[in-house]
């Protein structure tokens, strides 16, 4: 990991010292190996190499959502709207598609096209309207929750054809070591290579991260602002009906299969040491700000706490990571 | 003495956890109220277990209930007749008023259907008014104190939770209305019958007879339940835990699945990894029952003796995997009969205090006469409306 994919956009802050190279690693990846050694003292099994897989294979779905959400919210904004977007993905999913294997082929591109139009609708009204993103989105996510009720009328007809479902659900078997490498697996390793580019390594990344520095600045240096934030929105969306096809494989129909990923993507971009204002935030640390989370609830299932307790607990987290990462903030200047 | 015990589908759990940011109130429990515990109960009283409700409804179970088998929305079980004649408006043309927790559910969504099409069978009731309390409190009671202004000839209520709305519909009752509470109940003995069938103990019991029966002492059951605190989702497994500890059971792990489908593939998951020989899970509610024989079988593991509902989505799969299953239901035509109870009161017939329905057990050998094909896979086949106009279409049937 080197440092310009952790900190800004600013070119000016090169030419990193010993020290500063070491403090930049994001603590997210100690919080993971704590995390883990916990997990694994307590349940020895759970440091097999299948466990492993089906633990990665459970994380894909928060992981690519979070990817996408990471784009925003290094832009300088919020998508409150994935959650409802993946929802609505799922019980469209099911609905026209109607458990026919032969109609995937279309469904997938279908969803797709609803996440671009979604992700459009997103960006153009926070970038144009001039909306702040967090009542935009917020609005969609209540359009789309309340367009999938009514579409469905509280319960979801329909069916998740096999096929559709076999990315999030089963995997190549029969691999020496891991047994089986879930299709989930694959999917996110290639959307996090995808997003690690995009974002570090092209012209359209810089951009990213020069609007969420300062849109004044990124205007006058000559980015398109409302293009660069309606791209995020759409690469958010895009990931969300990723994030949903593989939920919708891994755990099938339900009529709030999303439900509150909206918040458990942005608490692991927040736990990854992104800042929300936007002009920093990694993709490799949001993996690993996506295996903690994951991590995390794993450990409080393991020692039996309740739910209440797991919301406390990533509550405490957003606010523990926040901090730091202002504190991080304040002593890198 | 009656007592109220909340009745909460278990489904409902759903969307407690889902409503549960922006719900005004929590569930209570509120359903033990009265009745001292009758032998030498093995289980201590706790808020969840009253062993004097268990034992009744346990015995409920064996009862063979009053009226026809074939429409069992219209049975009762050990019923106490009371007079209605007072409110009596026969010759007229009735206005129905019903105040509904909410929609939350597939349940809920069910029922509804299905009281619809009952009203629609009444040639009396011209007016039917529903008005939806968005799974909130305090909806429901400011709901409940509009009816009394609509001029309703009788008010049916699906209570939200227990101990609020109890003062709201105790007020509806002093306007003068008759008053049918069903699902859920209310802790006042106001309304004129309270529409219910046999209860949370019966239910968890049944199933956990079933479980106890295939893996035998020493095996090793899962209990994998939506979450903690609901008083009728804490009956059921109060009942299940009894029948458990009698026979022996191994139970590894009291689970909670938050209503997450994904979540609960999750947690069963890891019992199997670390519990090879799982032999059976118990759940308390439908809901996850799909989700647990899928983490068996991507574990390549043949599904293990689970207990489901009557969801259409479990039924399939339990006729096309040949599960090794059993359901107890909490079946939705008693949105049937809470219609029914208000169209006897209107014309002075004597219904029960406590109409206490039939709560049917699926089992291998029935499990043909539950399946309808054709069905969406959230519809729930204890509707009771198989024969009524509109089906299956107003279902979402074919």
């Not at chain 1, 633990?55 to 919210?73: Q, S």
């Not at chain 1, 319960?155 to 190549?172: E, F, K, M, Q, Y």
């Not at chain 1, 509150?260 to 204002?277: D, K, N, P, S």
Request: proline share 6%.
């Amino acid at each position: 990991m080197t440092t310009d994919e952790l900190t800004t956009a600013v070119p000016t802050a090169a030419a990193p010292d010993r020290l500063r190279r070491l403090r930049s690693v994001p603590p997210i990846w100690l919080v993971l190996a704590v995390a883990l050694a916990v997990i694994i003292w307590r349940d020895p099994s759970f440091a097999e190499p299948p466990s492993l897989m089906a633990f990665l294979k459970r994380c894909a779905p928060l992981l690519v959502a979070a990817l996408g959400e990471l784009f925003v919210i290094v832009s300088g904004e919020f998508d409150l709207s994935i959650g409802a977007l993946m929802t609505a993905c799922v019980v469209v999913a099911a609905r026209v598609g109607d458990g026919d294997p032969t109609r995937t082929w279309w469904v997938i591109p279908l969803l797709l096209g609803l996440g671009v139009v979604v992700g459009l609708v997103n960006g153009l009204v926070t970038t144009l309207l001039r909306v702040p993103s967090f009542i935009a989105t917020l609005g969609s996510m209540l359009v789309l929750n309340g367009a999938t009720f009514l579409w469905t009328g509280g319960s979801p007809t329909g069916a998740l054809a096999d096929n559709l479902r076999r990315v999030g659900r089963s995997g190549i078997t029969g691999l020496p070591v891991i047994g089986q490498l879930p299709w989930a697996v694959l999917v996110f390793v290639v959307v996090a290579v995808g997003a690690t580019l995009l974002l570090h390594r092209t012209r359209f990344g810089h951009q990213v991260f020069a609007v969420g520095g300062g849109v004044r600045a990124a205007t006058l240096s000559g980015v398109d602002v409302w293009r660069t934030r309606t791209a995020a929105f759409v690469l958010s969306a895009l990931s969300a009906v990723i994030a949903a096809i593989l939920l919708a494989g891994f755990a099938g129909l339900s009529q709030d299969a999303g439900a509150g990923y909206e918040f458990q993507a942005i608490t692991t971009v927040v736990l990854a040491g992104a800042v929300l204002g936007g002009g920093r935030g990694s993709t490799v640390a949001t993996v690993g700000g996506a295996l903690t989370l994951q991590a995390l609830f794993t450990l409080l299932n393991i020692f039996g706490y309740p739910k209440p307790l797991r919301d406390t607990a990533e509550g405490l987290l957003i606010i523990a990571a926040g901090a730091y990462t202002a504190y991080r903030a304040r002593r890198s200047g | 003495m009656p007592r109220r015990a909340t009745a909460v589908v278990a489904v409902l759990a759903a969307m407690t956890l889902a409503a549960g940011a922006c719900s005004s109130t929590k569930p209570t429990g509120g359903g033990t109220a009265s009745g001292a515990p009758s032998s030498a109960a093995p289980v201590s009283q706790t808020k969840f277990f009253n062993q004097a409700d268990f034992d009744r409804q346990m015995a409920q179970r064996t009862i063979a209930p009053q009226g026809d088998p074939s429409t069992p929305w219209l049975q009762m079980i050990q019923p106490t007749m009371v007079d209605t004649s007072k409110y009596a408006k026969p010759g007229k043309k009735w206005h129905l008023c019903f105040s509904n927790a909410g929609l939350s559910n597939p349940w809920r969504v069910n029922g509804m259907t299905t009281m619809k099409a009952e009203v629609k069978l009444h040639p009396e009731i011209s007016d039917f008014t529903v008005v939806d309390a968005e799974s909130k409190d305090d909806k429901q009671i400011s709901d409940l104190a509009d009816l009394q202004t609509k001029n309703c000839d009788a008010l049916i209520v699906a209570p939200n939770t227990t101990d609020a709305l109890t003062p709201a519909v105790d007020r509806a009752c002093q306007a003068g209305l008759p008053v049918v509470v069903f699902d859920r109940g209310v802790t006042t003995n106001c309304p004129v019958t309270f529409v219910h069938p046999i209860g949370g103990y019966a239910f968890g019991a049944a199933d956990a007879e079933f479980i106890a029966q295939q893996v035998g002492r020493g095996g090793k059951v899962l209990a994998l339940r939506i979450l903690p605190g609901v008083d009728v989702l804490e009956n059921r497994w109060a009942g299940a835990k009894v029948v458990f500890d009698k026979a022996g059971v191994n139970v590894v792990g009291v689970e909670f699945n938050n209503a997450d489908p994904a979540k609960a593939k999750n947690i069963v998951s890891d019992y199997l990894q670390r519990f090879p020989d799982l032999k059976g899970v118990w759940l308390d509610a439908g809901f996850a029952s799909i989700a647990t024989v899928e983490a068996f079988q991507d574990a390549g593991k043949p599904p293990p003796a689970l207990t489901g509902e009557d969801e259409q989505d479990f039924l399939e799969l339990w006729k096309k995997d040949k599960l090794n299953a059993i359901a107890s239901t909490y079946p939705t035509y008693q949105w049937r009969t809470a219609v029914i109870a208000a169209t006897d009161i209107l014309s002075g017939k004597q219904v029960p205090k406590e109409w206490v329905l039939p709560q049917p057990v699926i089992t291998s050998d029935t499990l043909d006469q539950w399946l309808v094909p054709g069905m969406p896979p959230l519809f729930y086949s204890g509707c009771g409306c198989q024969k009524m106009p509109g089906f299956p279409k107003d279902w979402g049937g074919k």
